[in-house]
């Protein structure tokens, strides 16, 4: 066994013990176990797992702690797996050399702006846990190409930019579990570029991961180019993010404008934008993404979709956003189901919050439970809002006391609404219409649901001729 101190080390928290630690895992056996101490850092560890073999880095049950006083990674490890996680794939010096490294119980403290905790690069089946990582840059940053990654039982908290990041990775089957990612100022988790799939992200604390600052004054286009924080955050407008499940999990934080819960954005594709038939178009890079079970809340927005495809949200609580609860543009094929959307403040503050899809296709909204929606303007808007949209439905939906109106399309074909309830049960009602169409909206059905409490029309459709009938009235 390797015992670190026997190599050198000090681990005083002021000596640098860089250079002890590194001989270490060149010179012992392949593991770095740290006795409890703090050992200070001004150089990457670097596990090469091509050169030594088989790696680990063990503390003592969380009381050994790895202070990085430079840039880089405070851990670095590298191994060479090309494939896939298809076992023909893989080459046989992965298996006899690299396989399954393991990082745990251990806590990494930046003490550099430009720090990193743990850093991977062509590993296959690595696992993080038990560890704390805090005051770097980047908690844990995935590059080049890793697989079948696990973290699990980890602190990433209070770094400068992001707690666990895929940075322009090739990554397929990983998993986040049991993990508390917290306080990160850009991300809690984020996917930029790469080529991402099989993620599960189930069971865990993601919270306050947004720089307090925010983009207060910002236009909605800038908004859209520059955002704010995230709790999650996919970026694939220059890479892939599929086969993702997002459940289980409790996510919030502190309203940032511009911020979201979850954001998810894809490469622009053309989208039918009404057409009479669907146009071609390019492959989406975001898509097939699960969220389900969660709790959502305290931000800007909760969900934000741009170019993405295929999402289910089902089955969500979702709380005090500050602007909507849920956002899609350029979006199709999005299930949005089961869902309670809760305003807990007082009666006497404003009321606030909504969802609304532009030139989307084929979204539907079913079982959905809202109250007190204030989404849009007494000119344009409503809880529930629908703009260039084609071959959507809304259906069995409870939307209760909105304050403009309930819900809106705009410019919108063959959307179906039928069985909803949109009423307004105030004393003295404040939305102004329950259901409003207009615009070059056409070939629409609005059939069987109930209405009662707009001051001025229950149902007001101003589109060319749509199938409309068999709606109660309730004055």
Avoid at 307 to 332: K, P
Avoid at 419 to 443: C, E, F, H, W, Y
Wanted: glycine content about 10%; aromatic content about 4%; proline content about 3%.
């Amino acid at each position: 066994m390797s015992n670190v101190f026997g190599f050198g080390a000090v681990g005083d928290g002021i000596a640098d013990d860089t250079q002890a630690l590194q001989h270490t895992l060149d010179a012992g056996d392949g593991v770095l176990r740290l006795n409890k101490g703090t050992y200070r850092i001004t150089k990457p560890l670097v596990l090469d797992l091509t050169k030594t073999g088989f790696g680990a880095v063990r503390g003592e049950g969380g009381t050994s702690r790895i202070v990085m006083a430079a840039a880089g990674p405070a851990i670095r490890v590298i191994g060479d797996h090309q494939g896939t996680a298809v076992p023909s794939s893989v080459q046989a010096h992965t298996w006899n050399m690299e396989r399954f490294p393991a990082i745990n119980g251990i806590e990494i403290v930046g003490e550099h702006a430009d720090s990193v905790g743990i850093e991977l690069r062509k590993t296959m089946k690595c696992v993080i846990s038990q560890v704390l990582i805090r005051r770097c840059r980047i908690g844990v940053h995935l590059v080049e190409r890793n697989r079948d990654f696990l973290l699990a039982d980890a602190h990433l908290y209070d770094n400068h930019e992001i707690g666990l990041f895929f940075d322009r990775c090739n990554l397929h089957q990983t998993i986040v579990h049991g993990c508390h990612i917290s306080w990160n100022k850009v991300a809690g988790i984020k996917s930029l570029a790469g080529d991402v799939h099989n993620l599960q992200i189930v069971g865990n604390d993601i919270e306050y991961n947004n720089a307090t600052a925010g983009g207060a004054g910002k236009s909605p286009a800038e908004l859209a180019q520059h955002p704010g924080g995230s709790e999650i955050w996919f970026d694939a407008t220059d890479g892939v993010i599929s086969e993702v499940t997002i459940s289980g999990n409790t996510i919030q934080a502190t309203v940032q404008t511009g911020g979201a819960n979850i954001r998810i954005v894809g490469v622009e594709v053309e989208r039918p934008q009404c057409a009479d038939a669907p146009t071609t178009q390019k492959e989406d890079t975001a898509h097939l993404i699960n969220i389900t079970g969660n709790v959502l809340g305290s931000q800007w927005r909760a969900i934000e979709l741009r170019n993405a495809s295929r999402v289910t949200i089902t089955g969500n609580t979702i709380y005090d956003s500050a602007d909507l609860s849920v956002f899609a543009a350029r979006s199709a094929g999005i299930i949005v189901n089961g869902n309670s959307f809760v305003w807990r403040g007082q009666d006497s503050e404003p009321t606030k919050d909504g969802l609304r899809f532009e030139d989307c296709d084929s979204v539907l909204l079913s079982g959905l439970a809202t109250q007190r929606f204030c989404a849009g303007s007494a000119e344009r808007g409503a809880a529930v809002t629908f703009v260039r949209c084609s071959d959507c439905g809304v259906s069995d939906c409870q939307i209760l006391d909105p304050l403009h109106r309930g819900l809106e399309l705009e410019d919108c074909v063959r959307c179906r609404v039928a069985n909803n309830t949109i009423v307004d049960r105030r004393t003295q009602p404040k939305m102004r219409q329950a259901i409003r169409v207009l615009g070059k909206s056409r070939n629409n059905l609005i059939r069987g649901n109930i209405l009662s409490g707009a001051t001025d029309k229950l149902l007001d459709d101003r589109s060319d001729p749509s199938e409309v009938g068999d709606n109660l009235l309730l004055r």
